[in-house]
């Protein structure tokens, strides 16, 4: 049945739309029963997110693609420990964000990081927002990959999941098991970290 899921396809396809909670507990409910039908109905729905999201941990597309694959095998395979249908999209995303972890920690440090010791960005106040839009333009793929590197796991799961994918602090702790003050905390250093690894490149004319 899993050799159906194909990241490459579904991964990279459109949302299959929201499932409420009554569709979300009746799939589960089929899927739980081996119906294939209904297991497809919800790799369709969180494959993309589910990809981007180990994408935006990882920083390679073949890794994340691997891993989204893995996390939906784990998924298939658990659909028993999943007791609260409303909570299968964080379910899914605890699943993820555990491969990428075991990914990450098993990975050599890449040798070639921004540096945080440069004088134009020791000074950057962390009382601005930072410029998210920015982060979404082409030029700066790398730069945001390797700032993203460079932040500790915690962090960058944190990062990750509040800016790129727009979860609530409530759906993170689901997700992590963290604390919701741990979780300010880290998103603070990490919106700090972030900002003197990426100003050097945005220019005089922008206000990080």
Known sequence: ?????????????????????????????????GEDEAFQSIFDRYSRPILSFIYDMTGKRDVAEELAQETFVRAYKGLGSLHDAEKLSTWLFGIARNCALEHLRTRRRDAHKVEMDDPLVLNLSDSEPLPEGELLNKE?????????????????????????????????????????????????????????????YLGNSYEV
């Open 1 to 33: 049945m899993m050799k159906r899921l194909a990241i490459e396809g579904a991964g990279l396809g459109a949302y299959a739309g929201t499932l409420g909670m009554n569709g979300s507990e009746e799939l589960i409910a089929r899927a739980r029963l």
């Open 140 to 200: 700066f793929n790398e730069v945001i990959k390797r700032a993203l590197d460079a932040l500790d796991e915690d962090k960058r799961t944190v990062f990750t999941l509040k800016v790129f994918h727009q979860r609530s602090y409530e759906e993170i702790a689901d997700i992590t098991g963290f604390s919701i003050p741990k979780l300010k905390t880290d998103l603070h250093r990490a919106r700090r970290e972030m900002r003197r690894r990426i100003r050097p």
